[in-house]
């Protein structure tokens, strides 16, 4: 029977593991193994000609623009933290019209992501375990919560694992957390604060839960280290964020557009009744959550297994923090297919259960080196067929930069000296990124907040810019005419079409 006692008599073991190190070998493997998912299945990689999601798209301009001088939310507007802009501003740097530095952030965050993962398999684990981590690098990639690469949420998994580790390695050794691990801890929550504060909600289940269980255990001097070096943290990564606002003169920009328009002027209900309310968005969140990344609840749930089998205290942990970052994720009643990625971090878990029951299965490893050779391989190429077959992305791969709207309009663009553009009522589509010119107008593309259409039709009266791009959506303006359309597969078998206006002569 699959419910056996020789099945979860592996999962019930409570030996405490000795401190295991990744060595350079597993290490290697682990970065050529998201080298490969990052390249294959994020639009960013070389392997695509461009970037062309809307998302990311914009935090490149919004990065570009920084780097040119604008000042964030003040001259330039976008909802996301402002830390994750300078990070797409270092992007802009490696290069300037092109997602390639942002494809090496991609590589070096989910390096980070799944070192991590490996760190957590090993509290529970011997090192053979690590051969699952594929198994993770293609369900998070080639998900269609990843989207199309670059998202907040891609970056901010390292910075959440790391919490998970600790958190879990508190547990089976029963120690209290170091204070440099505190002190990382805070400068991890900080950074995911000013990336997208809707992701803190692990960090509301996890700190709840380590203030009673310092309780518990009465380590009051520890619990004074826990709240000192946890603030030290938040202060290293947040100080920097103050003071470059405030070197501007623009902090109060940063309260408004960040945290005031996210919370109140960026969230929907359909109800009154707040209870109700917050009810119906966490239920449609979920609808969207299961259509997305089912793959994640259906690991949470098998590792759900592991750690109530494993620890009560792990398990409370364990339940508290997959609610809390849900919750928080979904609240606010938007559900836009990236949400869902966060919640990755929990599905180291469901690969130990993985690996227990195939300890208990009794399955062996081949033993001779050309056995094990054949079955790498086997095993190598299919997950790099898996990755280009599941991939929603993969179907752009082969298009050339000629076939892309982006380009084809920029040929035009770029023959004007000093060029301005507008994209018009949709958001960022590349053709910034990829024509190099930084916006003039703070609206520089359609935005999800009411007054942000009605400072972009004022630009188009007041003609700032050269040429207006638009998407599906044809004009006749006064002040600009036609001059080029193009027709695109913007995602598979989803076709728009974009004008290019240019300003009418005198």
């Known amino acids: 029977m699959i419910f056996s006692k020789n099945l979860f008599r592996p999962l019930r073991d409570r030996i405490v593991p000795q401190e295991q190190h990744i060595d350079k070998r ?27 999601w809307d998302d990311a798209n914009c935090f490149f301009t919004v990065g570009k623009s920084i780097a040119n001088g604008r000042v964030l939310y003040q001259d330039i507007f976008e909802q996301k933290g402002p830390l994750l802009y300078f990070l797409y501003s270092g992007a802009y740097m490696i290069s300037h019209n092109s997602f390639f530095g942002a494809y090496l952030l991609e590589i070096l965050t989910g390096w980070c992501f799944v070192m991590l993962s490996a760190k957590t398999m090993l509290l ?43 958190g879990a390695k ?12 505190w002190l990382v801890i805070g400068i991890t929550s900080g950074a995911v ?54 070197a501007h003169n623009a902090l109060a920009y940063l309260f408004e557009v960040y945290f005031y328009c996210n919370i109140f002027l960026y969230s929907v209900t ?19 959550y299961l259509y997305n990344f089912w793959i994640s609840l259906l690991m949470i749930i098998i590792g759900g297994i592991f750690v109530f089998l ?86 752009m791969i082969g298009y050339s930069k000629e076939q892309l709207p982006q380009y084809r309009f920029n040929d035009i663009i770029s023959q004007k000296d000093n060029a301005t553009l507008l994209n018009y009522k949709f958001l960022d589509g590349g053709f910034y990124t990829v024509s190099e010119t930084v916006p003039d107008c703070r609206f520089f593309c359609e935005l999800n907040m009411p007054y942000a259409r009605r400072e972009q039709e004022k630009y ?47």
Do not use: H
């Open 26 to 52: 597993s290490m290697l493997f682990l970065l050529i193994m998201v080298f490969g998912a990052v390249t294959i299945c994020s639009k960013s990689s070389p392997l695509y000609p461009l970037n062309n």
């Open 270 to 288: 359909t109800v009154d009744n707040k209870f109700l309310g917050l009810f119906l968005n966490l239920r449609t969140g979920f609808v969207s």
């Open 124 to 166: 529970f684990c011997d090192k053979k375990s690590l051969f699952l981590l594929p198994v993770l690098a293609l369900t998070v990639c080639a998900a269609p919560a990843f989207e199309q690469g670059g998202s907040a949420e891609e970056i901010c998994l390292p910075l959440l694992m790391y919490s998970v580790y600790i």
């Open 193 to 246: 604060l000013w990336i997208k504060f809707t992701l803190l909600g692990y960090y509301f289940g996890f700190g709840l839960f380590m203030l009673f269980y310092y309780a518990l255990n009465r380590w009051g001097k520890e619990l004074v280290y826990f709240l000192t070096f946890l603030l030290m943290g938040e202060l290293i990564i947040s100080v920097p964020v103050f003071l470059y606002f405030m």
């Open 460 to 506: 188009i009266t007041e003609t700032e810019a050269d040429y207006i791009v638009t998407r599906d959506y044809y004009v006749d303006f006064r002040e600009y005419e036609l001059i080029s359309t193009e027709r695109f597969e913007t995602r598979q078998d989803t076709y728009n079409t974009y004008y290019l206006y240019q300003k009418k002569s005198v």
């Open 310 to 395: 494993r620890s009560k205290r792990l398990a409370t942990l364990y339940c508290t923090t997959v609610v809390t970052t849900f919750v928080l994720v979904y609240m606010g009643g938007r559900c836009y297919t990236y949400y869902p990625l966060v919640m990755a971090v929990f599905m180291p878990f469901g690969l130990v259960t993985l690996y227990k029951m195939l300890i208990s299965s009794g399955k062996k490893w081949p033993s001779s080196a050309p056995a094990r050779t054949g079955a790498v391989a086997g095993l190598t190429g299919l997950w790099g067929i898996l990755l280009l077959l599941i991939s929603p992305n993969t179907y």
């Open 170 to 181: 508190t547990i089976v050794y029963d120690k209290p957390v170091r204070k440099r691990e």
